[in-house]
């Protein structure tokens, strides 16, 4: 039997085998897919904004510095309103800070934390092994398939880690709640004239939010939210014509847009478990909570779930798992709760500011971005909810496993 099951090998899943397997817990990683093919480079790549506290939980497992060589650096945020006068700016050094988060292309995150699995004696990850079914009783039972037959899997503990339309989360009865934002968010990478080095751009328009992340070089990782028909628009325009919408939508700051590449667009929908945790299986990732993409949090939230998780399980030992693991489940909804609601609260807030064309919004809008840039203490909670710094004393973030 293995200590701990994850079900779902995205980057939440690998990220929670990392950290779960210390101090010597065996943990087993069934994923659906084959993670060596989901690669794609250059300027078709998608990226994710790492924030300080991801860097700080990654350096505590001794992989920040491989991460760190392919991740690019924000030290300026500049944040703007379309049209309207008021602007902020978030730098680094103002919090005493080297950086205020870094951009990686997810594959890349993706391959470091496979590589990290790879090394790890205490972890097996079985790719294109389908979850099917699961129960529980003295232990967890998880049933998959791979290569077309039926295996299964028995562990103290299971994590649900299997996305934003989990099954696994179906299949113990746990529903969830779906907000539409009406949105569609538009990935791109592009190629500009001017970059300016390690500036993120963030710029709230009548439609939505479009950032600009720098990856490095004249690259820049372009997420722009949009209605899903104009979404739909900008998807079917050849290079061309969504170069100039966007270069119209962003203006000059970056000097001429020269390059695009392949356009994504995805629905955006708020997704939250109505519990974590049912018995021995609790909820991480998108199968608990997937946020708007707008304020870059989700993965970010997900790790400080998992720096919590982590946490708990190492207040109990291990001969005592069993007894006490209905008050690790507990206490694990419990702690997260708050910070998970305000996170949502923080990404809906923005979104409803800044998404929204009726002219007292619009005052809002510029006042808003005024007062943070004018207000230290205001500016600084801003930045911290960003860096997701906002709880202390963690074991991960002191840098410990
Ligand atoms: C446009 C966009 C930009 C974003 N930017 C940021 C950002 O800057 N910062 C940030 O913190 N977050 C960001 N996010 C959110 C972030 O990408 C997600 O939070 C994160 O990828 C979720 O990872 P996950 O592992 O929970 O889920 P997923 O990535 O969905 O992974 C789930 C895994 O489970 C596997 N799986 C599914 N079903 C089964 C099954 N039946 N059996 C076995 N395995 C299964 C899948 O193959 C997959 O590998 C962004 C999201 C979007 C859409």
Not at 67 to 87: D, F, L, Y
Request: hydrophobic share 40%.
């Amino acid at each position: 039997m293995r200590d701990i099951a994850i079900i779902g090998g995205g980057l939440v899943g690998l990220c929670a085998g990392l950290v779960l397997q210390h101090p010597g817990r065996r943990v087993s990683i069934v994923e659906a897919g084959n993670l060596e093919q989901s690669r794609s480079d250059g300027l078709n790549a998608r990226s994710i904004a790492l924030s300080a506290s991801s860097v700080q939980i990654f350096r505590a497992l001794g992989i920040w510095a491989k991460i760190e060589t392919q991740a690019a650096p924000i030290r300026h945020i500049h944040v703007s309103s379309r049209g309207r006068w008021g602007v902020t700016r978030l730098q680094a050094e103002d919090y005493q800070l080297d950086a205020l988060g870094y951009v990686i292309e997810s594959h890349v995150l993706g391959q470091c934390l496979l590589d990290a699995v790879d090394g790890s004696d205490n972890i097996k990850l079985e790719q294109n092994a389908g979850f099917e079914s699961i129960t529980q009783d003295a232990a967890v039972t998880i049933s998959y398939r791979k290569n077309k037959r039926k295996q299964k899997l028995q562990a103290r503990l299971a994590l649900i880690a299997d996305g934003a339309n989990s099954t696994a989360r179906t299949a113990l009865g746990i529903g969830h709640q779906s907000f539409e934002y009406g949105q569609a968010v538009v990935i791109s990478n592009v190629e500009v004239s001017q970059p300016k080095v390690d500036t993120a751009y963030e710029r709230f328009t009548p439609q939505g939010p479009l950032a600009m992340l720098p990856l490095g070089g004249k690259r820049y990782a372009c997420v722009w939210t949009l209605a899903p028909e104009q979404a739909g628009t900008a998807c079917a325009q050849d290079d061309a014509e969504f170069s100039a919408a966007l270069q119209a939508c962003f203006g000059f700051r970056l000097g001429l847009i020269e390059r695009v590449g392949k356009r994504f667009s995805i629905p955006i929908q708020r997704t939250r478990a109505d519990a974590l945790h049912c018995g021995r299986c609790l909820l991480i990732g998108n199968a608990a909570n997937a946020l708007h993409p707008v304020a870059g949090q989700s993965f970010n939230l997900s790790l400080r779930d998992i720096a919590c998780l982590h946490e708990l399980l190492c207040e109990h030992d291990l001969g005592d798992f069993d007894d006490e693991l209905s008050q690790v489940a507990q206490d694990y909804e419990m702690l997260r709760a708050e910070e998970q609601r305000r996170v949502i609260g923080y990404g809906d807030g923005l979104v409803t500011l800044f998404s929204n064309e009726l002219p007292l919004f619009d005052h809002l809008r510029a006042a808003g971005l005024s007062l943070l840039d004018l207000v230290p203490a205001l500016k600084t909670q801003a930045a911290f909810a960003g860096m997701g710094m906002t709880f202390g004393g963690n074991r991960l973030l002191r840098g410990h496993l």
